[in-house]
């Protein structure tokens, strides 16, 4: 419309000025009246004409569509004065802001580069036929979506000096929902069955597990992928002549409701005739071989030769090759109903490592991050040690966000530079950890901690742990590279005073100082053993009201003071792919902690944790966890001394218990009237069992899903003893399976910019009556 109306203008100015052009002149100036921001340069750069010039009414209309086109006049005239031509112009209005309203799936930023890019943005020139062609461009964008009913309303507002201000009103309306979806000419496989296979659904069709999917909702992007896990389905089964003939598409006059039809012709199956690998196998050929997963004389299937493509070029990738090419081609005989399969290898030049750029890393050394690679400079491109790089990056718990590229090198096709950029998490965190249990209320923890201290990859921890009966105080370091060969070095001393009066149950309470030394090997790339040596000064408390016969009689036997020495073995297994985070791999250790007789007490404690994630996608994973421990006593004494017996319950155990709570119960004294004393509490075990499953899911309703975490847990465990008291009626000697308890519920972690916090809502599945319940807990990290 813009065009048209410029030519009628051109046009009708030309006729105008036809008469005082009649006769030829030499021009002896050139004036332009009317400018306010556009510079005289600019107009003269575009007019076709120069001082000297003879010219004549056959020029007038050159010239005003060089005006013109510099897009900057909705109005030029062309007068002659004398032997002077004068160019009387109109400015188009500068844009002083442009805002929009009501965009919520097309965001602001992206609004705002598409104007940039043509040139609709703050102090350009304002064209209406930009804008409106912005606006018919939306509003095909929202129909793509489904949202039919989306409309873009433009309100310009005049300004003083020419200026105006652009507001687009957007109503994007809801997506239209799929009303009837038919699938028409299948003979072969049902509609229920091709069904299961599409991502949109009718709206009466989607089971109430799945309301929050949005699967009724109508795009043309979701029609164009249905119709692309079709062709898959067929093609994995051999129907390699299936088309959708045709797709129809009706809206109601409402624009709300949509009817799709989908028209297939499904064909015959194919059997495989032949599978020839070709090209430069770069006496690879056993290996790749072996990596084809179909056979002659089975049915075709395209899972199968995706399958082979993507193996042999991952083959390829580990032995240097980075930018192999495998296609495979598909040679079908309509007569036979066979197909022969081509996998064609090229692949290329070695590619090696030029340089590697870290990037992103404010506060943590680039060396830090440099020995945790895998993949050097200089050497071939290894995809494995580069998937070996990232996990190990992601298992320090540095950095929110690690991702490692190649980044081509122009000219070059042997060589790339490795891109590594990270994103730091907070290295200082204050946490506060509580929950609340009926009948005694609110309970929490306080502690502050240091990680990746100065950004030199080691962890510094000044550690403060406060709750109602527990000040805890703990100074350590850890250096995971002592050596260059990643011997790791830590030291911790820690002091620990309890008030018996107000923990959970109210019989004991512990005073103790020391420290210990630990030493690290690698012993593979995922493995390691440690050793240590421990000092620790212990001091014993018992309630002269609740104490158990169990705590007095250890008193009576050692007395309330202790100097213990230890020395501490661990083994550690970690493919995981990060921390908190983690949703792949498998995690598994072993400790072993021995008083030595060099102190007061001999005991010892092992303990095994494992964990393994089973990934399906993107936050969808299943993750299975154990804990199990073993303690006991040897020389004059076989028992573990019960305040290092383990116990069950609470967030960090078997969830929707209270903390500590499960497990044997202690041995009351006797009364006046030969009955006990008192209820006895909770003592533990030397026996541990604890396991469970989370299913990780996405989270309903969150935007990002890399912000939050949410599992649906089952937990299960108990604390049990093979060291009862012969006089104790309420414990039993060994492992009784039938006192598991069962939990149930969902733990939710929201990683904010400043700490994580998490959640969580636990059923006890099988309490007994004396059992100490609770429901909801939580953990909030603060981090400065």
């Not at 609709?120 to 461009?137: D, K, P, R, T, V």
């Not at 303690?631 to 069950?648: A, C, E, Q, T, V």
């Amino acid at each position: 419309m813009g065009v048209v109306r410029n030519t009628i203008a051109i046009a009708l100015l030309t006729a105008m000025s036809a008469v005082a052009l009649a006769e030829s002149f030499v021009v002896e100036e050139v004036r332009v009246e009317g400018l306010q921001r556009v510079s005289l340069g600019s107009v003269l750069a575009e007019l076709s004409l120069n001082q000297g010039d003879r010219v004549d009414e056959a020029d007038a209309s050159e010239w005003l569509r060089d005006v013109y086109s510099t897009g900057y006049f909705y109005d030029v005239r062309v007068e002659r004065s004398g032997n002077s031509l004068v160019f009387v112009v109109i400015e188009r209005p500068a844009i002083e802001s442009i805002s929009f309203d009501g965009n919520s799936t097309i965001p602001t930023e992206t609004l705002e580069r598409v104007f940039e890019d043509v040139g609709l943005a703050e102090g350009e020139i304002y064209s209406q036929s930009l804008l409106e062609n912005i606006q018919l461009e939306l509003e095909k964008q929202y129909g793509l979506q489904g949202r039919y009913n989306a409309t873009v309303v433009e309100e310009i507002t005049a300004l003083t000096r020419n200026r105006v201000k652009v507001h687009l009103d957007i109503q994007e309306g809801p997506v239209a929902r799929v009303e009837h979806y038919q699938i028409v000419g299948n003979q072969v496989f049902s509609t229920a069955e091709l069904r299961d296979t599409l991502n949109m659904a009718e709206a009466d069709s989607i089971p109430f597990w799945k309301v929050l999917s949005k699967a009724d909702n109508y795009s043309k992007a979701a029609l164009t992928g249905d119709v692309q896990r079709l062709e898959d389905f067929y093609f994995d089964r051999g129907y390699l002549d299936f088309s959708v003939v045709s797709q129809q598409v009706s809206i109601s006059e409402n624009k709300a409701d949509i009817t799709v039809a989908l028209n297939i012709r499904e064909g015959v199956p194919y059997d495989v005739a032949s599978v020839e690998v070709v090209g430069d196998l770069k006496g690879l050929d056993d290996d790749i071989l072996q990596q084809v997963s179909i056979e002659a004389g089975q049915t075709y299937s395209r899972v199968k030769v995706n399958d082979s493509v993507r193996n042999i070029k991952s083959l390829l990738g580990e032995n240097g090759y980075a930018f192999a090419q495998v296609r495979d081609f598909r040679q079908p005989q309509a007569e036979s109903q066979t197909v022969d399969v081509v996998i064609q290898v090229n692949p290329g030049k070695p590619v090696y490592i030029n340089r590697i750029i870290i990037q992103g890393n404010t506060a943590t050394n680039d060396e830090v991050i440099r020995r945790e690679l895998r993949q050097l400079e200089r050497a071939l491109v290894i995809n494995d040690k580069i998937r070996q790089s990232q996990a190990r990056l992601e298992r320090l718990g540095y950095f929110t966000r690690v991702n490692i590229e190649t980044q081509t090198i122009p000219g070059r096709d042997d060589l790339v530079d490795l891109l590594v950029t990270v994103a730091e998490a907070k290295d200082s965190q204050i946490n506060i950890a509580g929950g609340y249990a009926a009948g005694s209320g609110f309970f929490g923890e306080f502690s502050v901690q240091q990680n990746n201290f100065a950004g030199m990859g080691v962890d510094f921890s000044a550690g403060i742990t406060v709750n109602e009966s527990t000040q805890n105080y703990q100074l350590s370091v850890d250096n995971p590279y002592f050596t260059i060969d990643g011997v790791s070095l830590g030291a911790d001393l820690y002091y620990k005073n309890s008030d018996y009066s107000e923990t959970t149950f109210g019989t004991y309470a512990t005073n103790s100082y020391g420290g210990r030394i630990n030493l690290g090997y690698p012993i593979s790339e995922n493995q390691r053993v440690s050793y240590g040596l421990g000092y620790s000064r212990d001091e014993l408390f018992l309630s002269d009201t609740s104490a158990t016969l169990e705590m007095t009689d250890f008193r009576e036997q050692n007395g309330d003071e202790y100097n213990i020495a230890t020395a501490l073995f661990g083994w550690n297994y970690n493919t995981l792919n990060g921390t908190l985070k983690a949703d792949d791999g498998s995690s598994l250790s072993f400790n072993a902690e021995v008083a030595t007789p060099a102190g007061d007490l001999n005991y010892y404690r092992l303990t095994a944790a494992g964990q393994t994630y089973i990934n399906f996608a993107d936050n969808l994973a299943l993750r299975f966890h154990s804990d199990v421990g073993y303690g006991g006593g040897y020389g004059d004494n076989n028992r573990l001394p019960f305040y290092k017996n383990f116990y069950s319950g609470g967030a960090r155990s078997v969830r929707g218990f209270r903390n500590g709570s499960l497990g044997p119960v202690g041995t009351a004294p006797l009364g006046e009237d030969n009955l006990p004393a008192f209820d006895a509490s909770p003592i533990g075990g030397n026996i541990k069992l604890e396991a469970g499953t989370e299913l990780l899911i996405p989270t309903p309703f969150a935007q990002n899903q890399d912000a939050f975490r949410t599992a649906l847990f089952v937990d299960a465990g108990n604390v049990f003893t093979d060291q009862c008291r012969a006089d104790n009626p309420n414990c039993e000697n060994g492992v009784d399976l039938s006192e598991i308890r069962l939990s149930a519920g969902v733990d939710v972690t929201w990683i904010t910019a400043i700490a994580p916090l998490s959640f969580s809502y636990a059923w006890p599945l099988n309490a007994k009556d004396d059992d100490l319940t609770t429901n909801f807990a939580f953990n909030i990290g603060i981090s400065y």
